[in-house]
């Protein structure tokens, strides 16, 4: 698929026709693959610049951009600073603030006094400063996947995804019905199958056909489109919503294949409800690995391919999760049906509270939550904690009551992933020979060493320094522990005290 702004459609005569490369374009497609093969090695800034020219010299400049889209895809950017840009900037930030910068002499010394503490020379500092940027970012690898005649085809094909974003309804004849059925099983797409005299067609319609625009039913008209595209004689006409005015889009076989090469891959959420969700679950880092669209669960003599699964890292147990959006009156009905159905499993639903059957779920021995635009992630990791209180503890069972670590400073969480067990197992485990400081265990050895290392007085920074020697990074809690706190002095450092 295409950004939305990169579309080309005719509409003349009232229709809805994606406007396709055709061979003339070759030579195009070819110039904007050379053009990233020759900018290997620069920044992101001199290859925009070089596509910028070759929007002037076409006719179309959405054709380049849109080519030049697909190769982003198989470029990899790296970020080439000596020093990671955000240090760099807090670090010149605080020097700024401290020499207090109005002139250009000014801005000199600041950056004078961040490469001291950088330990490298001005010109780094400032070089390194908004290396991150995405314009200043260095093309450091790109291996495409086309060949110019391929990258025709695939921007084709993605074209026309891209026209099916504003789709309301998808009518397809297909010479492989039974494939083109499972796709649309697999999308969660509503569908149904009508005898024409041209022999059955499949009609797939959603929500928003009934109700209000979902961007969820767009992307999957586009996603469905790459399963009908690999068929040997087929047959689309999507209505299309054309901001307000309905259009028809026609395409065939003729118009559209799929190119011979690994697939693109595309978005996998079917709602911005899930998306939403999985991002800010895994941004958590929990002990529940999120898994998208699992194995199919038996419902009677069909199946049902709940939304995601959560696998717990250190024992073989899976909880399955699907969210019921809002939808049809026959829908809910046909889902309740399904739940009804599916036996032997841990199952978790999040339900639209405006669906009103939360306690119909309930009552088919399936755990339920409720939401109202977004799945609280709370609310879901409340459920699974449920399930975490007795994992852990069978998990615990299997340690012994003492550990004797061999290495003199280890993390819990990497104790725990040698024993293959979370840190909570390790609550009620004793280290005879360590001592818990923070979430590290040191030996008593360490720590009186640091403690006639370390000087009242000393700065923050050399602090860290000694403490990096032996391995240690939760700076606070050791101070703490040697009976140290930090004096700061603003933004600029600070020094280490004896508790008061």
């Known amino acids: 698929m295409l950004r939305k702004d990169l579309l080309r459609v005719s509409r003349a005569g009232g229709g809805y026709r994606p406007q396709f490369a055709d061979r003339a374009d070759r030579p195009l497609a070819a110039r904007v693959l050379g053009t990233f093969a020759d900018h290997v090695g620069e920044p992101g800034s001199a290859l925009d610049a070089a596509l910028a020219d070759l929007e002037g010299e076409a006719d179309d400049f959405k054709l380049v951009r849109g080519f030049a889209s697909l190769c982003e895809r198989d470029a990899t950017f790296e970020t080439r600073a000596a020093v990671p840009p955000e240090r760099a900037r807090r670090i010149a930030f605080e020097a700024a603030e401290t020499v207090g910068v109005v002139t250009e002499a000014d801005r000199d010394r600041a950056l004078d006094r961040a490469a001291g503490r950088l330990g490298v020379d001005p010109a780094a500092v400032a070089d390194s400063l908004y290396a991150d940027r995405e314009v200043r970012q260095v093309l450091a690898d790109f291996d495409p996947r086309w060949t110019p005649d391929a990258l025709l085809d695939q921007y084709d094909l993605s074209l026309a995804q891209t026209a099916l974003f504003d789709a309301v309804e998808v009518r ?20 149904e199958i009508h005898r024409t005299d041209a022999g059955r067609e499949v009609v797939v319609t959603g929500p928003d056909h009934l109700f209000r625009r979902t961007r969820r039913y767009g992307t999957a008209f586009a996603r469905l489109l790459r ?167 069978e998990t615990r069972a299997a340690l012994p009551d003492e550990l004797r670590p061999d290495a003199d400073v280890v993390t819990l969480a990497d104790l725990a992933a040698t024993h293959g067990v979370g840190e909570d197992a390790l609550d009620t485990v004793a280290f005879p020979e360590h001592e818990r400081v923070g979430r590290t265990l040191v030996r008593p050895d360490v720590l009186s060493a640091l403690d006639d290392a370390l000087d009242a007085g000393e700065t923050l920074d050399t602090a860290e320094e000694r403490l990096a020697e032996y391995g240690l990074s939760e700076t606070s809690a050791v101070l703490s522990r040697l009976g140290y706190e930090v004096a700061w002095d603003g933004l600029s450092g600070g020094t280490i005290r004896e508790k008061g």
């Open 172 to 191: 397809v004849r297909s010479s492989d019905p039974k494939a083109l059925v499972s796709a649309v099983k697999r999308l969660g797409l509503m569908y």
């Open 227 to 393: 399963s009908v595209a690999k068929t040997a004689d087929w047959r689309l006409t999507a209505t299309i919503d054309d901001r307000g005015t309905e259009r028809e889009l026609v395409l065939t076989d003729d118009d559209v294949g799929v190119p011979g090469v690994d697939p693109i891959a595309e978005p996998t959420y079917d709602s911005g409800v899930e998306a939403d969700f999985a991002a800010r679950f895994t941004a958590l880092d929990l002990d529940w690995d999120l898994v998208r669209e699992p194995e199919p669960l038996a419902v009677g003599t069909r199946v049902m391919i709940p939304d995601f699964a959560f696998d717990y890292r250190f024992a073989d147990f899976r909880v399955f999760f699907e969210i019921m959006g809002f939808w049809t009156p026959e829908y809910v009905e046909k889902k309740l049906g399904q739940l009804a159905d599916v036996e032997d499993v841990e199952l978790l639903v999040a339900v639209d509270e405006s669906l009103g059957v939360s306690d119909e779920i309930e009552a088919r021995d399936h755990r339920t939550i409720t939401y109202a635009g977004t799945v609280r992630v709370k609310d879901v990791v409340d459920a699974l904690r449920r399930y975490e209180a007795d994992l852990v503890a």
